[in-house]
């Protein structure tokens, strides 16, 4: 069964770090064909695709965010890992983690529930 | 970078409806176009996967088509459990581009 599970602090500073784990079941991070993604949505906003990483390592950014993402993986605990730095209230979102599956269009097939961040001071 | 707009923004509709959604690309996307559907509170779902197919599990009410700049989600006869906000996806070329969200209200 695939899951896929965010954790993350539900608050931090402005001008802090964010870092947030993204934890893999039922497919591992270093599988032929595996890309996960994330991203996010303001309250009562659309969605914001961020960043993505695959499974050889390559690295696609947004971007508009791009200066201030890192997204990087822990083949032994199977999580991918996003930090964004240099937090501001616009960046208040739900965060999301999901696996995009293979084909042509790379579907967002299996996401995580979700973790909500607030900045604030 | 690709743009996509939907319309209408919102939509009211009754049970039994046949409701139209559509989306722009700000350039040829070819057939690489995804559907989703989100409920108040929940994660996102996909519904339609390279324009026009029907992910698994999901009813046969729900339909994609288009190709090139323009796309439709078609709900055959809306039913209750329909009604949320339904998004886009541009899959051609990174970074993956969501439309702004068509709310479906009673």
């Known amino acids: 069964q695939v899951t896929l599970k965010e954790s993350g602090p539900a608050l931090v500073k402005p001008t802090q770090t964010l870092t947030l784990t993204c934890t893999l079941s039922?497919?591992?991070?270093?599988?032929?064909?595996?890309?996960v993604s994330w991203i996010r949505q303001p309250p009562g906003e659309a969605l914001e695709w961020l960043a993505r990483i695959d499974w050889d390592d390559e690295k696609f950014y947004s971007p508009s965010l791009k200066t201030r993402l890192t997204i990087s993986k822990d083949t032994s605990k199977d999580q991918v890992v996003l930090t964004m730095t240099n937090m501001d209230p616009v960046d208040t979102a739900t965060y999301y983690c999901?696996?995009?599956?293979?084909?042509?269009?790379?579907?967002?097939?299996?996401w995580g529930q979700g973790t909500q961040v607030t900045v604030s001071s | 970078d690709i743009q996509m707009t939907q319309s209408p923004s919102s939509l009211s509709a009754s049970i039994g409806d046949r409701v139209t959604i559509t989306c722009r690309a700000s350039q040829s996307i070819s057939t690489s176009l995804n559907w989703y559907q989100q409920k108040p509170g929940k994660t996102p779902k996909l519904l339609i996967y390279a324009a026009s197919s029907l992910q698994s599990g999901v009813p046969s009410r729900f339909s994609g088509s288009g190709s090139g700049t323009g796309f439709t989600l078609t709900i055959s006869s809306l039913q209750p459990e329909d009604f949320a906000t339904y998004y886009c996806q541009q899959g051609y070329v990174a970074p993956p581009a969501f439309g702004q969200g068509t709310r479906v209200e009673i």
């Open positions: 039922g497919f591992s991070v270093t599988s032929v064909g595996t890309r």
């Open positions: 999901a696996r995009q599956g293979g084909g042509e269009t790379l579907p967002f097939d299996y």
